[in-house]
């Protein structure tokens, strides 16, 4: 019995350890978790960004994107984040990157993180400063892209939608009973 219970035992000492949390561009993330999907739990990566890198990681750095983020080496890791960083240097599309023509460089960057979050309150106060009409929207907690207020958008403790009254048109039969 002591002999069963070490040969199980090896293959367990073969198989990777899995690091439960893993510090992926400025994100714990599941180590548990395929690269592909926790690279989604980014702020700034979408699935389909996370789709496109994933398979950059496949050819360019020949890491299977189905493997745990946690079995990583700090190495791979380091690549992987470098590709996160910098991805049109690894062939993903222009459109697919979240600040194209930055205002301040004029270069297509993509920013992740609490850099993005930091990027949009920028651009949302130097709008409201230069007093354009998104500027103003967003001042006055409005919709910014042309969406409708009329029913939608709405604060406060609002019951509903007031129709006008239902009176009858003049020249029809019910205006004529009502005399």
């Known amino acids: 019995m002591a002999e069963q219970k070490q040969s199980r035992k090896e293959p367990m000492k073969a198989k990777k350890e899995i690091a439960s949390i893993i510090r992926m561009s400025g994100k714990d993330v599941n180590g548990a978790l395929s690269i592909e999907r926790a690279m989604s739990e980014v702020k700034g990566i979408g699935r389909n960004l996370a789709h496109a890198l994933s398979y950059a990681i496949r050819t360019k750095l020949e890491i299977d994107p189905a493997t745990p983020v946690g079995t990583l080496s700090d190495e791979q890791l380091a690549k992987v984040e470098g590709v996160i960083e910098d991805p049109m240097k690894y062939g993903i599309p222009r459109y697919m990157i979240n600040r194209l023509k930055d205002f301040e460089t004029g270069k297509d960057l993509h920013v992740t993180g609490n850099d993005l979050i930091f990027n949009i309150r920028q651009d949302i106060t130097r709008e409201t400063a230069l007093r354009t009409w998104k500027g103003h929207r967003h001042q006055y907690g409005q919709k ?29 039969a019910a205006a004529a009973a009502k005399k």
């Not at 892209?145 to 029809?172: D, E, L, M, N, Y």
């Open 144 to 172: 910014v892209r042309g969406q409708r207020t009329r029913s939608t958008g709405r604060t406060g403790a609002t019951i509903g939608v007031q129709k006008k009254s239902a009176a009858p048109k003049p020249g029809t």
